[in-house]
Nanobody
């Protein structure tokens, strides 16, 4: 069982930056693919970014060039650096994990085995 705890959300003005963190329990974090998803009120959950166990990354077109996913296996943490934030980035952001020792890109939520509780990001105009 893996537990994921997100942090780093908050209120920021448009154009600002935030860094989200997701700490995972367990000793096999390095073998997990990790993803970030978001869900705005009244909308479906949306893929944001993913990083494979080997460090291969993939970002949604809507955030490419502004957001960067990274991981630090030494501290069981995945990050989402968010720059040039826009009001349309407002959502609850969720961290997800999938046990996968392949450099496969997983961009669908149903591929993931574990989810965090989410952290709210609000971008004011």
């Amino acid at each position: 069982q893996v537990q994921l705890v997100e942090s780093g959300g908050g209120l920021v003005q448009a154009g600002g930056s935030l860094r989200l963190s997701c700490v995972a329990s367990g000793r096999t974090f390095s073998t997990y693919a990790m993803g970030w998803f978001r869900q705005a009120p009244g909308k479906q959950r949306e893929f944001v970014a993913t990083i494979t166990y080997g460090g291969v990354t993939y970002h949604a077109d809507s955030v490419k060039g502004r957001f960067t996913i990274s991981r630090d296996n030494a501290v069981n943490t995945v990050y989402l650096r968010m720059n040039s934030l826009k009001p349309e980035d407002t959502a609850v952001y969720y961290c997800a994990a999938k046990d996968s020792r392949y450099d496969t890109i997983y961009y669908q939520g149903e591929h993931y085995d574990y989810w965090g509780q989410g952290t709210q990001v609000t971008v004011s105009s």
